[in-house]
């Protein structure tokens, strides 16, 4: 970010260390443009580099009572907008990576997670799943995957159509992948991190 001459006076200084809006607007005018472009630069992206720059002043505003003066006010902007940026760039690594390890390994059709997972993880990671789910998906998903029922064969047993058993066996199954998916993507991020 090229240096910026400071635009804030003391007595606007002193206005944004108390919370003042129209002080802190006047910060925000001043430094956005610079942070902007140094996020797009990297980000390449108009709505990243926004949500960037927001999440700075936020940042900026939540802790403006570590800043000094006014003179100190660009160098913090800058060390924040750095530190953040760099947090993204590292999330957006890391879910790469998650992103490439699925493409290679999960596998929808199939319950690929239980070589990767060791088999008592798995089991205990899809029961949980399974008991979130609400009561009718939960037996109507039990039935199915666990005791190999079939459509028909849980209707005539709950007293339901088969094309309800359908719904919610769709319902129920679409839940527990993402549950699983979830828990499996933060046990995928410990393993690569620690």
């Known amino acids: 970010m090229a240096q910026i001459v400071n635009t804030i006076s003391d007595v606007e200084f002193a206005d944004f260390k108390i919370g003042d809006h129209k002080a802190f607007r006047k910060v925000f005018d001043a430094y956005h443009k610079s942070i902007y472009n140094y996020a797009y630069k990297f980000s390449k992206n108009h709505e990243e580099a926004e949500e960037l720059v927001q999440e ?12 000094e003066n006014p003179e100190s006010l660009y160098p913090y902007l ?21 992103d490439e390890h699925l493409k290679h390994s999960w596998k929808e059709a199939c319950r690929s997670t239980e070589h990767t997972l060791d088999t008592t993880e798995l089991t205990n990671v899809w029961t949980n799943a399974i008991e979130r789910l609400p009561e009718r998906q939960r037996e109507v998903y039990t039935l199915n995957k666990i005791k190999g029922l079939s459509y028909e064969e849980i209707a005539d047993k709950i007293g339901v159509s088969k094309y309800t058993v359908k719904n919610q066996l769709i319902t129920a199954s679409k839940t527990v ?5 979830n828990i499996y993507l933060l046990l995928f991020l410990l393993k690569i991190l620690f």
Do not use: A, E, M, P
């Open 78 to 98: 800058f060390v924040i907008t750095k530190r953040i940026t760099i947090s993204i760039f590292r999330k957006k690594v890391v879910k790469s990576k998650f």
């Open 177 to 181: 992948k993402l549950i699983v998916k």
């Open 56 to 67: 700075v002043f936020v940042s900026v505003f939540l802790n403006r009572d570590k800043i």
